[in-house]
């Protein structure tokens, strides 16, 4: 099936710094990926859908300045958490859709400390 | 709009007992219905899908069959291994093309199997 990366797995980061997270689509072209967030023993909930050359949509409750949202190729989106907090500490996943079928990145564990 | 509902767990069962996860959604139009895993630390998994009414998905013995009469997507297997032990999500996507990563999932069931 088709593979999606996504990078880093895990980042520790410290408090009022930023983050970049990269989710690549490796044998396909995705022009639109989506950003899930899980918070520990619960659902994903969708975040952001992200669009291939142009603005992302963001779910209701999500602030757009805190989790910008990047799409520049065909194969590559990244969702940079700024001025990370504690409280933003969760677990990152993101997906692409081929046919009929979504694949998922790897995940990343975000802790901000 | 879309919602899915799982079983509540955390399920536990011994090796080799029968496995039934319950899913119900309630979705516009014709969804596809799909069953993930997700194994400690790591992202989720496809496990089998149904995109239509009453197909059945398979994969690894894990049964679940698309029931749009009552609105039901369960999951099933006959005899679970201590390597079964994972979380179990449910979901739903009624986007087409590119659109099929965005999926509805259901809130995650926690199993786990003791030999």
């Known amino acids: 099936g088709a593979v999606v990366s996504q990078h880093p797995s895990r980042v520790i980061c410290k408090s009022g710094t930023s983050v970049k997270i990269e989710c690549r689509s490796l044998d396909f072209q995705a022009t639109t990926m989506f950003w899930y967030r899980q918070f520990p023993k619960q659902s994903l909930m969708l975040m952001a859908t992200?669009?291939?050359?142009?603005?992302?949509?963001?779910e209701q409750g999500v602030e757009k300045d805190k989790f910008l949202i990047n799409h520049a190729s065909l194969t590559l989106s990244t969702l940079t958490v700024t001025s990370a907090h504690p409280e933003d500490s969760s677990f990152y996943i993101c997906?692409?859709?081929?046919?009929?079928?979504?694949?998922f990145g790897q995940g990343t564990r975000l802790t901000v400390v | 709009g879309n919602s899915v509902t799982q079983m509540e767990g955390p399920v536990t069962l011994s090796e080799e007992a029968f496995l039934t996860i319950n899913c119900t959604y309630t979705?516009?139009?014709?969804?596809?219905l799909f069953w993930y895993v997700q194994y400690p630390g790591e992202g989720l998994q496809l496990l089998l899908k149904a995109t239509k009414a009453d197909d059945k998905g398979s994969n690894k013995g894990f049964e679940a069959t698309y029931r749009k009469e009552t609105t039901s997507f369960h999951l099933e297997k006959g005899s679970v291994q201590v390597s079964d032990s994972a979380v179990y999500f449910c979901?739903?996507?009624?986007?087409?093309?590119?659109?099929?990563?965005?999926?509805?999932f259901g809130q995650g069931t926690i199993l786990t199997v003791h030999p």
């Open positions: 979705a516009t139009g014709y969804p596809s």
């Open positions: 997906s692409a859709g081929l046919l009929t079928e979504a694949f």
């Open positions: 992200s669009n291939e050359g142009s603005k992302a949509t963001y």
């Open positions: 979901a739903l996507s009624n986007a087409g093309g590119t659109s099929y990563g965005k999926l509805t």
